[in-house]
């Protein structure tokens, strides 16, 4: 065996051992170091002793296997007391740990990322709920069905993205067919709710259903005193219906519990708002419209005709000798009369046709696009069925009748505005009057 042979053979298992401990399982390269020591460098030191082979050139055969020996000694003394068995279970059980730790550190990540993805979609169902809760405070301050209706298509698109469009149906009693009082890009027909919603009036919450194409909706009866006021229907977009989870569904449902709850208080207010600007428009006595709402629908007719080039007629007529009725039969005979004559006029006029109490005894009645003959002729036919009505009092026998005076005026022919139009009305009037009452005049026959 050459001497290069004999010198770095041991050099290189001297090395061994470090190398190996570089190597992921120190444990292992401890065993490996000490099992080639013991199985090639100490036998080749033996042999080298017994000069079996050489050494290098220049140093004694026995000096060598010393060195050699005495270098594997010190580098086990060496492995021994800093790379111990002990040592190398405790390091081996430290990076144990610390994979472990990396472990739950890479779980702990995802917990976060989750939980990140979490907090974003709460938050963004946390800035619906804000939006919802906005249009149910908005709501709140609504006094009539208009105002409702901008509130919903303005904000309940932003709170309720989910939506396709939505119907709010209002009824009196359950015998009544239900009305859209406000409609949003949804149009139901009759056969549809008389079929789909006659289970919404004897329910309590809000419920999901598909109809048979398939069209899935959100029903919330709207309920006040154990009756049924309302029903808010609203179709749900067919994309986000077949993506719907449970947790969105009761969500979905919360809303349209609380909305429904809104809307019962502004269905109620909007019914009283509505009889309160009812009698704030209407004459209590006779039940048509007050001098006030008559002067704003004679600025709108005449802008109208204006602007249309059409003509406009009006009729004022008083009921002849109303003081003496009064002062001879009293008063309530007297609103008895004010009563039949307000409800014979208005029957016997056109839809169209607007009429009111001018005042005490006066009536006026607007006639748009009307000519003087039509008009003179329906004048006459008022004056003849008002002659014709028979009034009983408790201290008379027999029946007591009254008659009117009738004047009428067009626009643009008798005047240029709705007041000269008024005081043409009067002048015809008063001519009917001083010709001997029970009468028509049109303010163009006078001379």
Request: aromatic share 10%.
């Amino acid at each position: 065996m050459s001497a290069v042979v004999v010198a770095g053979a041991p050099l290189a298992l001297l090395a061994l051992g470090p190398a190996l401990l570089l190597t992921q399982s120190r444990r292992w390269a401890w065993r490996v170091w000490l099992a080639v020591v013991i199985s090639v460098h100490l036998p080749l030191c033996a042999m080298l002793a017994a000069g079996l082979v050489e050494a290098p050139a220049g140093v004694a055969p026995l000096g060598w296997a010393f060195l050699m020996g005495v270098a594997a000694l010190m580098e086990a003394a060496f492995f021994r007391r800093f790379f111990s068995w002990s040592g190398l279970e405790k390091f081996h059980k430290q990076e144990e740990r610390l994979r472990d730790k990396l472990v739950e550190l890479a779980r702990a990540q995802e917990d976060v990322a989750r939980l990140k993805s979490d907090l974003g979609l709460s938050e963004s169902r946390l800035q619906e709920s804000l939006k919802f809760y906005t249009t149910v405070r908005n709501l709140a301050e609504c006094v009539d069905f208009n105002h409702m209706k901008r509130v919903l298509e303005r904000e309940l698109r932003s709170s309720m993205p989910y939506l396709a469009g939505f119907v709010l149906y209002t009824w009196n009693s359950p015998q009544d067919k239900p009305t859209a009082v406000i409609l949003h890009r949804l149009w139901l027909d009759e056969n549809w709710v008389a079929k789909h919603l006659a289970p919404a009036q004897q329910s309590d919450e809000p419920y999901f259903f598909q109809d048979q194409s398939g069209k899935s909706f959100v029903v919330a009866p709207i309920r006040s005193r154990e009756a049924t006021v309302g029903i808010f229907v609203a179709q749900v977009e067919a994309i986000q219906a077949a993506s719907l989870n449970e947790a969105v569904k009761s969500e979905m449902l919360t809303f349209s519990r609380t909305l429904a709850e809104e809307l019962k208080f502004g269905i109620l207010k909007a019914a009283s708002f509505s009889k309160v600007e009812q009698l704030s428009r209407v004459d209590g006595l006779t039940g048509i419209f007050r001098r006030g709402v008559f002067d704003q629908r004679l600025a709108e007719e005449v802008l109208r005709a204006k602007t249309f080039k059409t003509k406009l007629g009006l009729m004022i007529l008083d009921i002849d000798h109303f003081k003496n009725l009064n002062d001879q039969w009293g008063h309530p005979f007297g609103d008895t009369v004010l009563r039949r004559v307000a409800q014979t006029l208005r029957t016997s006029v056109y839809e169209t046709d607007f009429v009111a109490r001018y005042g005490g005894e006066e009536f006026a009645i607007i006639l748009p696009r009307s000519d003087e003959l039509g008009a003179a002729k329906k004048a006459s036919l008022l004056r003849g069925a008002v002659e014709k009505e028979a009034f009983r009092h408790e201290g008379r026998a027999d029946d007591i009748r009254c008659t009117i005076s009738i004047g009428l005026a067009f626009f643009p022919q008798d005047a240029a505005d709705g007041a000269g139009l008024i005081r043409a009305a009067d002048e015809a009037l008063y001519h009917s009057k001083e010709s001997g009452r029970n009468r028509v005049t049109c303010r163009s026959q006078m001379t």
